[in-house]
Every structure is written in C-alpha cells, then in structure tokens.
C-alpha cells in the first residue's frame, strides 16, 4: 500500500483540503488509477504503478503539492 500527501497551503480550511483530495480520487479513476481517500489530504493506492502514475497526473496541480508519505 502506497500513500500519498497532498500538502496545501497554510490559510486552507479543511473542507476545502477534503473536497480538493477528493476531486483529485476522481481525477485518478478517470484516468484508470484506483485510489481511495484516507483523509483531507491522503490517498491510499495499491501499487507502485499506480503511485508513480498518480504522482505525475496529480504533480501538475498549483492547489497542493504531492509527496509519497509511505510505501
């Protein structure tokens, strides 16, 4: 199991950290990447395929950034 943070800036509320994790799962399944949300700002995938995968779609964002908190 591999987990992935999504770090956002400091001034966010966390409902606004959730609903942004949670676009970000849906982003990831439309794509073809299974990923579940753990928290406001963790997502939970099964493979080392899928992380790298999730790492180079989600990287690109200016809301959060991405970095592997476990493998």
Do not use: R, W
């Amino acid at each position: 199991m591999y987990t992935l943070q999504l770090a956002y800036p400091d001034n966010k509320l966390s409902d606004y950290c959730d609903a942004v994790t949670h676009s970000a799962v849906i982003d990831l399944f439309v794509k073809g990447i299974h990923a579940s949300q753990n928290s406001c700002n963790t997502i939970i995938l099964h493979s080392a395929k899928d992380c790298t995968l999730a790492c180079a779609v989600l990287g690109s964002s200016t809301l959060y950034t991405v970095k592997i908190a476990s493998k």
